[in-house]
């Protein structure tokens, strides 16, 4: 069993705080587990009150970007039951998102068992209702002290919790964006690294000024292949077939993309896993074998899109006629909520 030295709080602020309906990570449970890596292996693995850090300004992450982070949800079941969904997945694009900035693998004992007993120590944060998770943040940073540009020798490894209620996503607009991009092959689109999520931010603040919600990415080279919405994964359902953009270095590995995938193999759905080019969603929008578009996320689960716009063409799309994507949404909310069959073993149990 992992050595980790737990310090509890001595009064949970959960007496405070009702956990119904309350926004994104904005609030977070009474305890964090830190770990450090110096002189080549993880030590100090604390659990302890949740509390800031103190850095010196010159810490590495904050120049030179080597900032990784997985987002893993947990449910507390009819009974009672803690579970984390498919946290070995996001453990695994954990370290490969480490190897891509140059910083240390994480041990699948810190990673898997430090968050199991982190979330036992604040199960009771889990909130109960439909639609509601616990949102598990692990991440890791440079904590070297110096501005000289090479990787850090030392980093910190920390999980926070966030009770979520619903990621109301209305359905969204979005345009597809042509200016700037996300990802290029040999780049680190396929890894969560932070800097990932700091490009993103204009290009969607010039969408929002435009009146959509986020921006659908296209490749560096043509802006004609679909990569990514937003910070989701992209789904498509073309004459009854399930369409995605196959994964390559450009996109993210997303666990919720992969159990939708397997969802609709379980129903006996088409899935094509392949490059999607704007021009051929046009077409198939125009002859009106496109039925179905929506985002795959793990803050979102599945996000719909009512309007997709490209160039002069506007694509309006009735989501109260989406009929699979709702089902596989359904489907998933049952295995999470043991109502229905844990077949493929997702659900681990705290
Ligand atoms: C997700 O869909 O879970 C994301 O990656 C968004 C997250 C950064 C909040």
Same mark, same amino acid.
């Given at each position: 069993m992992l050595d980790i030295n737990i310090t509890k709080v001595?009064?949970?602020?959960? $007496?405070?705080?009702?956990?119904? $309906?309350?926004? &994104?990570?904005?609030y977070f449970t009474d305890h964090m587990l830190e770990a450090d890596f110096e002189n080549g292996e993880w030590g100090n693995i604390e659990i302890k009150p949740y509390q800031p850090l103190v850095l010196d300004p010159s810490v590495s992450a904050l120049h030179y970007g080597q900032s990784i982070f997985e987002g893993i949800k947990a449910f507390r079941q009819d009974d009672g039951e803690a579970f984390i969904f498919r946290p070995y997945e996001n453990f695994k694009r954990f370290n490969l998102s480490a190897e891509r900035m140059n910083m240390p693998e994480v041990p699948e004992e810190i990673f898997i068992e430090g968050m199991r007993q982190l979330i036992e120590l604040?199960? $009771?944060?889990?909130?109960?209702?439909?639609?509601h998770s616990l949102y598990i943040r692990p991440f890791m940073f440079a904590t070297d002290f110096?501005?000289?540009?090479?990787?850090?020798?030392t980093y910190k490894f920390l999980i926070i919790l966030s009770p979520v209620g619903? &990621?109301?996503?209305?359905p969204m607009k979005i345009a597809v964006e042509?200016?700037?991009?996300r990802a290029a092959p040999?780049?680190?689109?396929f890894s969560k690294n932070a800097g990932n999520y700091g490009g993103s931010m204009l290009p969607a603040t010039r969408a929002k000024q435009m009146g959509y919600d986020q921006v659908l990415w296209t490749d560096a080279?043509?802006?004609?292949w679909l990569q990514e919405v937003g910070m989701m994964n992209i789904g498509f359902v073309i004459d009854n077939t399930f369409v995605t953009p196959m994964l390559e270095d450009t996109i993210l590995k997303g666990v919720t993309r992969d159990s939708v995938i397997t969802i609709l193999k379980d129903m006996d759905i088409k899935v094509e896993e392949r490059k999607v080019s704007v021009d051929e969603i046009v077409n198939e929008y125009q002859n009106g074998r496109l039925t179905e578009i929506f985002g795959m996320g793990t803050a979102a689960v599945i996000s719909y899109i009512k309007k997709l716009k490209y160039r002069d063409v506007e694509m309006e799309f009735?989501? $109260?006629? &989406?009929s699979i994507s709702p089902k596989v949404k359904q489907a998933l909310d049952d295995i999470r909520a043991g109502k229905k069959d844990d077949r493929h073993g997702w659900m681990f149990k705290v």
């Open positions: 001595e009064r949970s602020k959960l $007496n405070d705080l009702t956990l119904e $309906n309350i926004p &994104f990570g904005k604040d199960k $009771n944060w889990i909130p109960t209702q439909a639609d110096l501005l000289g540009v090479k990787p850090s020798d619903p &990621f109301h996503a209305a042509e200016k700037y991009t040999g780049g680190v689109g080279f043509e802006h004609k009735d989501i $109260n006629g &989406f």
